[in-house]
């Protein structure tokens, strides 16, 4: 592995930036402008403006990142200030290693050749190809259920499913840490809406039970996912759907990050809990593991299928899989399915497991279970950001995730492991992320000792 190191990053300049910008960018979460005041809706933005502006100056904004090339163990990223970073990457999406897969560029390749970069319609209209009927079925045998409809992307699948299916008077059960496409779609589909603890299936128990006790005419419908990407841990899906069959509910399992990259034969959490074919709804996405974007719904109903078609607005209203897309999501299902696929998972869980050791051995506790996904806890939003800083000086990406997407004071780092990932570039990253939260948690001891009191004639 080529020596990455990032240009331009000097720990003195870095340690004057920590003056009155620093202490903005360091001292506030996006929590702090989620909820803007004010008539005008385009100039109350401004004091977000400034804090991310702050942010950048303080040099603790990495996130936009654009990638130069492909995304592959070790890629080069152009921040938003302009610089270009060379390093290990652990930041992007493709646990499988497919997008690098030439059997995949074969297929997208020969599906532009022979269809064309543009789907040209909706699926509602005139938008699918003999490519998407094609992927339908590819996908109806993978999670053993015969009805399948496409979406442009996987939000626009969970979005969709649940408006279509959900009306005012009905009710949604959805655990507190559900994706943000699964929140907003039972938000903009009713008000009755009861969330439980994360993975807590007593609760979820007491809302349906009570639900029923008093509304006998209503659906409901229970949301989770198969693999938490911020927590990597997953719910007990067999008591959840025999709670949803006791009391006349409806469970939907998102599988975006678990199917095809983890389970018996790529199947994820729906094959290793035995409920393969079982589930009521299941909802995925190609951007983890099938090296594209796009959605999906899966259903045993043709009712259902033909319903969520006519209704799921972010379907019927949007474009449909362009050819390429569907190609490339066809191929990666064949592989996924393929004893090359086998060996593909296998290599990823054993990267998996040396990634979690090599944080143990530091003496970090990674969150979860074992999964592509090794979440590394923080806590502190300022040691964080700092710590994030360091991590491009030292050469490795990592997703940094602080509210929204977690609680305030639950700041982590998101490793997205890869197959192709070599033991070097599994190492290497542990060493250097837990070295730079080490030496953030320093930084911050240090700025806060250095803050200047009313005793020692410094302003308060």
């Not at 409806?250 to 990050?257: K, Q």
């Not at 678990?258 to 009521?280: F, R």
């Not at 997205?416 to 001891?445: G, L, P």
């Amino acid at each position: 592995m080529k020596s990455m190191k990032r240009p331009g990053v000097n720990d003195g300049a870095a340690a004057g930036q920590e003056g009155s910008a620093a202490s903005l960018a360091l001292a506030k979460s996006f929590a702090h402008f989620a909820h803007p005041k004010g008539s005008d809706l385009l100039a109350r933005t401004e004091d977000y403006y400034r804090w991310w502006q702050a942010r950048n100056q303080a040099d603790v904004w990495t996130y936009a990142l654009a990638i130069q090339g492909r995304a592959g163990p070790e890629a080069t990223f152009q921040t938003v200030q302009g610089r270009m970073c060379s390093g290990v990457n652990f930041a992007t999406q493709d646990y499988l290693s497919l997008a690098l897969h030439p059997c995949i560029h074969e297929a997208a390749i020969r599906a532009l050749r022979d269809f064309g970069p543009h789907s040209a319609g909706s699926s509602a209209l005139s938008g699918n190809s003999s490519l998407s009927l094609q992927l339908e079925r590819a996908l109806s045998e993978l999670v053993q259920m015969p009805h399948v409809t496409l979406f442009p992307t996987g939000w626009a699948a969970c979005f969709g499913t649940i408006v279509a299916l959900i009306r005012p008077d009905d009710h949604v059960v959805i655990d507190h840490l559900a994706h943000a496409s699964l929140q907003t779609g039972a938000h903009a589909a009713t008000a009755k809406i009861r969330r439980f603890r994360h993975l807590d299936g007593t609760e979820a128990e007491r809302h349906l039970r009570e639900i029923r006790s008093t509304d006998s005419q209503n659906g409901i419908l229970v949301v989770t996912e198969g693999l938490y990407s911020m927590d990597s841990d997953s719910p007990d899906l067999a008591f959840l759907q025999r709670l949803c069959r006791e009391c006349y509910a409806t469970l939907l399992v998102d599988v975006a990050h678990d199917l095809g990259a983890t389970g018996p034969n790529g199947t994820g959490q729906l094959g290793a809990q035995g409920l393969l074919g079982q589930v009521d709804l299941v909802v995925g996405a190609f951007s983890k593991t099938f090296a594209t974007n796009g959605g999906f719904v899966a259903t045993h109903s043709p009712a259902v299928n033909q319903y969520i078609k006519a209704f799921g607005c972010s379907n019927t209203f949007s474009a449909a899989l362009s050819p390429v897309q569907t190609a490339v999501a066809i191929e990666a299902t064949r592989i996924i399915r393929s004893a090359e696929g086998e060996k593909l998972r296998t290599r990823l869980a054993q990267n998996v497991s040396m990634l979690r050791d090599a944080f143990a051995a530091a003496g970090i506790c990674c969150l979860g279970s074992p999964s592509p996904l090794v979440m590394v806890p923080v806590g502190n939003e300022k040691v964080a950001r700092l710590a994030s800083r360091r991590n491009f000086a030292k050469g490795v990406f990592a997703n940094l995730v602080e509210f929204l997407a977690v609680a305030v004071g639950a700041a982590r780092f998101r490793l997205q492991v890869m197959a192709n990932h070599t033991e070097e570039h599994v190492r290497a990253a542990a060493a250097r992320v837990a070295k730079s939260i080490e030496e953030a948690r320093d930084m911050v001891c240090k700025l806060r000792n250095a803050r200047p009191t009313a005793a020692s004639g410094g302003s308060p």
